[in-house]
């Protein structure tokens, strides 16, 4: 892709425009030092000049050219802007032609003339250009009081270099009409020059790093110096003759081709947000501070012209007068500009309460000294004061007396204002004397630029009242629950205290064996409903606590206490609801009463328990280490009561059973872990070892 197309559609890297920084650095510096070099030949300057001016400037033309072209799709004002600094360079190019015509002796001094007025039309393209370069939008009043602003700067600058540098050269030489025509007209466009670059600069302030105007501002710049040289040279009768003029003309051009081809490279914001109000008022305070400086400058020149040079004390008091009258206008404006922000602050105050009074809660507006600075209505029907009443008061004024702890309600504000959001319930007192409680939340906050505490308080007098009722409630369903669980386990006993009866007066061993297998199942879940009305919550058992009890039960029961029959439970702290808790228990009695009833012969042996949860699944291990089972026994296909009563409670609870023959006999029942609602269980990772 060749340049052309590069600067046709705006692919310009960031590493080409850096390149394109250092060449136009290298080529300053080396016309430079060429410069210095050759100090002492000017004809040598004078060719060289002649010749590079005329091709940096038509080199500048080009590139411009192709801005304009690339500011079409940014708008009609971008378009409009970079047309007329196209028109101007044009001008640029048409006069360092006739210069470097003129100045190798291949034309009159007519061309000389025509160079001037291209230098005239130049300058007022320029100008229009930077005048059409978009701005952020400002109000009416601002944008009057800074052209003020710029017309006081270039004011006191008039004043300097008149006293400085004008007024002297002056009085060395005597001027004609046509010179001085000529360079009044230098000195009128080199003012319009600095008044455009520094509304510019003045309007874009913060906004500078976003398009090409700081490469437009260092162009004008280099610009304004090429011609104040050029002013003094030919105050003194000389005709610039290259040297640090055409010097800071170049930097000027390689400047604007910069400042081009950041327009071609750079889709500039549609909308500029203004940001120069916040840099010249607090990053640089200028504008608080303009008039008190330039009008010191100015008293500064009048003293020393009064005691120096008399003949120029009365040009610079005429200066003066103009500041002055600018300064006044600038007064007028800002006195204008800070009625109207009175009005629009007051607005905003109106609209700020308007909508805080919508807020039904109480809220507060609390200063760092820890006084309420402002308060909603909601506060006022609160406690029942007038706004007058409670402004500027401290906190112990809302408080009920000896119910808070103020001091530390204070330090809450303190940590508000830090940052920390508080929350806490406080005792306050109306006016009428009636206590209530209330819930404060306490957030930091700004308050017209002030730092304070934002203060929202909701009567939580109701909500007080509904606590208790709902306590009062559940404190009587708890105790009608606890009711119910100790007459379902009483009406258990009873009835396996009869079927212990009835057992009494039979003789067949088959039936009693029968009746207290059922008089043990009957009790398992008597335990379960003794555990849940002893419990706190009434929902959960301790599924520890109650494995040894059925198993102290059973041995109690089979007068196996006695024997040399050890047990091993292993479980951590799990609770199970009524729901699992109840057939897990039937289960656990079937299978220990056939550990107990046949796995010992000899009355010596051992029973396992576990229970531990892997991967939200509860395993139950019932193990001994007895003569075992058969070994065509099959647990799917058996037909005594007790293990089909096991399988069908295992697929109750949404389990699976499995039986693991070998030394003894190993029951390993796993089904999900369902947690009784508010009871957590952290042990997912308990060590699953079944030997």
Request: net charge neutral.
């Amino acid at each position: 892709m060749g340049l052309g197309e590069n600067l046709s559609t705006g692919k310009i890297s960031a590493a080409s425009f850096r390149k394109a920084i250092l060449l136009s650095i290298l080529i300053i510096v080396g016309y430079g030092l060429f410069t210095i070099i050759f100090r002492n030949d000017s004809n040598v300057i004078n060719g060289v000049g002649d010749f590079l001016l005329p091709v940096i400037s038509t080199t500048t033309l080009i590139v411009i050219f192709f801005a304009v072209k690339r500011s079409k799709i940014y708008g009609e004002n971008y378009f409009h802007a970079w047309l007329l600094l196209l028109i101007s360079q044009i001008f640029w190019v048409l006069g360092d032609v006739l210069w470097s015509l003129w100045d190798l002796n291949l034309a009159n001094s007519s061309f000389l003339t025509y160079n001037y007025i291209c230098f005239a039309f130049r300058t007022v393209f320029l100008c229009l250009g930077l005048y059409l370069i978009p701005k952020p939008q400002v109000d009416i009043l601002t944008r009057y009081r800074r052209v003020a602003e710029i017309g006081m700067v270039l004011v006191t600058l008039t004043m300097f270099f008149w006293s400085f540098m004008i007024l002297p050269f002056t009085q060395l030489n005597q001027i004609n009409y046509y010179n001085f025509m000529v360079l009044a007209l230098n000195i009128l466009f080199i003012f319009a020059l600095m008044f455009f670059s520094i509304s510019l600069f003045v309007f874009h302030a913060g906004n500078l790093g976003k398009g090409p105007v700081p490469y437009l501002l260092v162009s004008t710049f280099f610009q304004v110096l090429a011609a104040i040289i050029y002013a003094y040279q030919y105050i003194l009768g000389l005709y610039p003759g290259g040297g640090i003029e055409n010097l800071f003309w170049i930097a000027a051009s390689l400047s604007m081709i910069l400042a081009s081809l950041v327009q071609i490279s750079r889709r500039p914001p549609k909308v500029l947000e203004d940001l120069s109000t916040h840099f010249w008022r607090f990053k640089v305070p200028f504008e608080t501070n303009v008039a008190l400086i330039l009008g010191g400058i100015a008293y500064l020149l009048l003293l020393w012209s009064y005691y120096n040079h008399k003949d120029v004390f009365e040009v610079l008091l005429f200066g003066g007068g103009f500041l002055v009258g600018l300064a006044i206008i600038r007064a007028a404006i800002n006195n204008r500009e800070v009625r109207k922000s009175y009005k629009k602050l007051k607005e905003s105050k109106e609209t700020y309460l308007s909508i805080l009074n919508t807020i039904n809660d109480a809220v507060y507006i609390i200063n760092p000294h820890m006084e309420l600075l402002e308060v909603n209505q909601g506060a006022l029907d609160m406690y029942g004061y007038d706004k007058q009443e409670i402004i500027g008061k401290s906190l112990e004024m809302l408080s009920a007396s000896g119910k808070n702890d103020m001091e530390k309600i204070v330090n809450s504000g303190y940590q508000a204002m830090d940052g920390e959001p508080q929350t806490f319930e406080f005792w306050g007192m109306r006016k009428n004397g009636e206590v209530f409680p209330k819930e404060i939340k306490l957030n930091r906050g700004t308050y017209f630029g002030q730092d304070v505490v934002v203060a929202v308080a909701r009567d939580i007098t109701h909500r007080k009242e509904d606590e208790k009722r709902l306590k009062r409630s559940l404190d009587e369903k708890e105790a009608m629950v606890q009711e119910v669980h100790h007459r379902v386990k009483n009406n258990m006993q009873v009835i396996s205290s009869l079927l212990g009866l009835q057992s009494m007066y039979l003789e067949d061993d088959k039936v009693q064996s029968a009746l207290q297998e059922s008089q043990n199942r009957v009790h398992s879940m008597a335990m379960v409903h003794e555990k849940l009305y002893q419990s706190k919550n009434l929902s959960s058992v301790d599924i520890k606590e109650y494995l040894n009890e059925i198993m102290q039960y059973l041995l109690r029961n089979y007068q196996m206490d006695s024997y040399n029959i050890k047990t091993d439970i292993q479980t951590e702290q799990v609770e199970m609801d009524i729901k699992t808790a109840a057939p897990l228990g039937l289960i656990i009695n079937e299978l220990l009463t056939n550990s107990l009833k046949y796995a010992f012969p000899n009355k010596e042996g051992k029973i396992t328990l576990k229970v531990c949860l892997i991967n939200d699944c509860y395993h139950l291990i019932i193990a001994d280490n007895g003569v075992g089972l058969p070994s065509n026994f099959k647990l799917d296909q058996t037909k005594t009561l007790g293990l089909q009563l096991v399988n069908r409670l295992v697929r109750q609870i949404d389990g699976s059973i499995e039986l693991m023959k070998g030394k003894g006999t190993e029951f390993i029942i796993k089904f999900p872990a369902k947690l009784p609602e508010g009871i957590t269980n952290d042990n997912n990772n308990i060590n699953n070892n079944y030997n």
